[in-house]
């Protein structure tokens, strides 16, 4: 199967900079979308950054011009580097891909476990 896997979370004060990373394994013929959502504590998920195969980009209004992603095809792992963070930033950021698997060739949509980022004030 398919797994997600992200890092670089943490704690950071207002201003500061965090680098997000997943890295996707497992039985991959193809990625297409590579996403990063996010949910705070008793609110809904929102997307926040999407990047497709070809390298085009979508951003929430919330993160454009703070955030970026980006992705390394080789290594199915896509980024989001965080600049200017905010303490409305804080929440649970979770990995999504696209994936296209081995045969059977099926598509189906993978989430990672989730990394917190906390933003002081």
């Known amino acids: 199967q398919v797994q997600l896997v992200e890092s670089g979370g943490g704690l950071v004060q207002a201003g500061g900079s965090l680098r997000l990373s997943c890295a996707a394994s497992?039985?991959?013929?193809?990625?297409?979308?590579m996403a990063w959502y996010r949910q705070a504590p008793g609110k809904q998920r929102d997307m926040v950054a999407t990047?497709?195969?070809?390298?085009?980009?979508n951003y929430a209004d919330s993160v454009k011009g703070r955030f970026t992603i980006s992705r390394d095809s080789a290594k199915n792992t896509v980024y989001l580097q965080m600049n200017g963070l905010k303490p409305e930033d804080t929440a649970v950021y979770y990995c999504?891909?696209?994936?296209?698997?081995?045969?059977?060739?099926?598509?189906?949509?993978?989430w990672g476990q989730g990394t917190q980022v906390t933003v002081s004030s």
């Open positions: 497992g039985n991959i013929f193809s990625i297409n979308i």
């Open positions: 999504n891909s696209d994936v296209v698997t081995t045969f059977p060739y099926t598509q189906r949509v993978y």
């Open positions: 990047i497709t195969s070809r390298g085009n980009t």
